[in-house]
């Protein structure tokens, strides 16, 4: 079985700083990664994913993630953020080897201040 | 493309009445479906998968016989919340799994709350 920790509950900062928002994963074997945002009372987004390949992942509005096997982490990270960017992000792995369920992290609420 | 919808977006009901939830994917088909619960201010717990003409898959500690889940179609599963009490209010998100030869993914309805009074 596999467990996701999301160090932050809550992250706050200032518009057009950078936000780093982090993921520590478990697993006994391969995985894929993906990062999710959520905007009030509505459903998931998915921000990027890990599969295979590169280990830096770019996702879309200005997103991107690091996936550090040996750290067993895939923190997301984003230079500049805007008010837009509130919202609830997840974390998520699912094993390579046992369909598609998804195993998400407690979530971290970043909230963009002006 | 890659839509997924969910009907109703909300619901209020009596303790003991039952509720059906639909969850739809509108562009493709998906023989896999998931149901989440989501409290509030809280991640998302995966219910139960459900599978094009067959029998869910649920989750452990979820009561099959409280949370129905039919997938007739390849487009379409529905949640019925049995009996509902207070205790069932929530955040219902369903997802469809889509496969492509390029990457598989879930795609996520916008969510049910649902409210027992």
């Known amino acids: 079985a596999q467990s996701v920790t999301q160090l932050d509950s809550q992250v706050p900062v200032f518009e057009e700083a950078p936000v780093e928002l982090r993921c520590n994963y478990s697993s006994s074997v391969s995985v894929y990664l993906f990062w999710y945002v959520q905007y009030p009372n509505q459903g998931l987004q998915l921000l990027l994913k890990?599969?295979?390949?590169?280990?830096l992942v770019k996702g879309i509005n200005g997103f991107e993630a690091e996936f550090n096997k040996s750290q067993t982490s895939f923190h997301l990270r984003k230079p500049s953020v805007h008010i837009s960017d509130t919202a609830e992000y997840f974390c998520a792995v699912s094993e390579r080897a046992a369909g598609n369920k998804l195993t998400f992290g407690g979530g971290t609420r970043v909230l963009v201040k002006p | 493309g890659a839509v997924v919808s969910q009907h109703p977006s909300w619901v209020i009901c009596k303790s003991g009445t039952s509720v059906k939830i639909e969850c739809r994917s509108l562009?493709?088909?998906?023989?896999?479906m998931f149901w989440y619960r989501q409290f509030p201010k809280q991640s998302l717990m995966l219910m139960a998968t459900s599978n094009e003409g067959s029998k869910a898959t649920y989750e452990q500690g979820v009561e099959k016989d409280k949370f129905l889940i039919n997938h007739a179609s390849l487009t379409l599963s529905t949640l019925t919340v049995t009996s509902a009490h207070p205790e069932d209010s929530s955040f219902y998100i369903c997802s469809a799994f889509r496969r492509t030869s390029g990457s598989n993914e879930q795609f996520f309805g916008p969510g049910t709350r649902l409210t027992v009074l």
């Open positions: 562009d493709f088909q998906a023989t896999t």
């Open positions: 890990y599969l295979s390949g590169s280990t």
